[in-house]
């Protein structure tokens, strides 16, 4: 019988860490402490935004359409599920403290209100503190679950990207390589395919500008864009997880500056990969489109999850736990059910 999990948005309920060098400096927090109000040269709002089985890019421009600032004036360090309750922090102009005050939006509470002197920027927090409810568990199951819950806080899970990260279509990824491959008209027509409302505005420019590909993706915001690109190398990570047997090491998120020989015990997989893609690290420094260009990175085999509580109980498991930026509860999960 299949394990439920987000049958409701409560049974998902992420809340973002941010590191509290990000969060302010101790000069800004020493004057709140003593009463003092925010310096003049504040020029950001920072809050917490709470939403509810909202997708995330749809409330950023429902944010922007009711503020009535650009969505690249929306600062956040990292997108967050649709089917679960989420709380992050969002940047946004001071000068729209007043707007922000005032926001109704269905399935989103905002709180925590701070004046800082710069905007959130992607990546700055620490990660995110879970608190998930799987339902439908069987009897027979309830002993080998807490066996592995045990063995996962020892040496933790295979850090694979989740599925969230190819998009719900599974074609993100897709897209990602072909912008790799510098095929702008392909990569263009491939997200006309799978999304209704930029196919709207690509359309739209392409009839006043046939032809002009590069000219209808710009019409697409470039923090988008680049999902679509981490959604390749996300693909190719995983691939490499995969088929590695091994301790704990690191592989790389291929990016133009990497270098497989820095990666030994991988470093037959990955050009294995590599050349099943027919693709080199040096195609990730995009000629034609220079913004959407990657440098790489890194990422551990396996991910140990913080402060890791549960609690089982007819047939209802109840998780806590804590992960780093960048790693998937919902890959915790689904290897904890593998093969039970």
């Not at 922007?64 to 600062?75: C, E, F, H, N, R």
């Not at 704990?248 to 497989?260: E, L, Q, S, Y």
Request: hydrophobic share 35%; charged share 35%; net charge positive.
């Amino acid at each position: 019988m299949p394990w439920k999990i987000k049958q409701n948005p409560e049974d998902f309920v992420v809340r973002e860490v941010i590191f509290d060098t990000v969060e302010s400096s101790w000069k800004e927090k020493y004057r709140q402490i003593r009463g003092h109000k925010a310096q003049a040269k504040t020029k950001y709002l920072w809050f917490t935004l709470c939403k509810k089985d909202y997708d995330f890019f749809r409330v950023i421009a429902e944010l922007g359409k009711k503020l009535g600032i650009s969505t690249k004036d929306i600062g956040y360090s990292g997108t967050k599920d649709k089917k679960a309750v989420t709380y992050q922090t969002i940047s946004v102009p001071i000068d729209k403290e007043g707007e922000v005050k005032a926001l109704k939006i269905p399935g989103v509470d905002i709180s925590e209100l701070r004046p800082r002197n710069r905007p959130i920027k992607l990546g700055e927090h620490k990660g995110n503190d879970f608190e998930i409810t799987i339902r439908n568990l069987e009897e027979s199951e309830s002993s080998d679950v807490k066996k592995r819950l045990e063995t996962m806080k020892k040496i933790g899970f295979v850090n694979y990207f989740g599925e969230q990260r190819f998009g719900s279509k599974k074609a993100n990824d897709k897209v990602g390589r072909l912008l790799v491959l510098g095929d702008i008209e392909g990569a263009a027509k491939k997200i006309m395919d799978i999304s209704r409302e930029y196919e709207r505005k690509m359309s739209a420019y392409l009839e006043k500008k046939p032809r002009d590909y590069e000219g209808a993706l710009r019409q697409i915001p470039l923090r988008l864009l680049k999902i679509f690109i981490h959604a390749y190398q996300a693909r190719i990570w995983n691939e490499c997880a995969r088929r590695y047997e091994g301790e704990n090491t690191p592989i790389p998120v291929i990016g133009h500056r990497t270098d497989v020989r820095n990666y030994p015990r991988v470093r037959g997989i990955l050009e294995e990969v590599l050349d099943e893609e027919k693709i080199g690290p040096g195609d990730f420094s995009n000629k034609s489109f220079k913004e959407l260009s990657s440098r790489g990175s890194e990422r551990d085999y396996r991910v140990i999850p913080e402060k890791l509580e549960h609690e089982l109980k007819e047939g209802v498991l109840r998780l806590q736990f804590f992960l780093p930026k960048g790693s998937y509860a919902t890959e915790l999960v689904r290897q904890l059910r593998i093969d039970l």
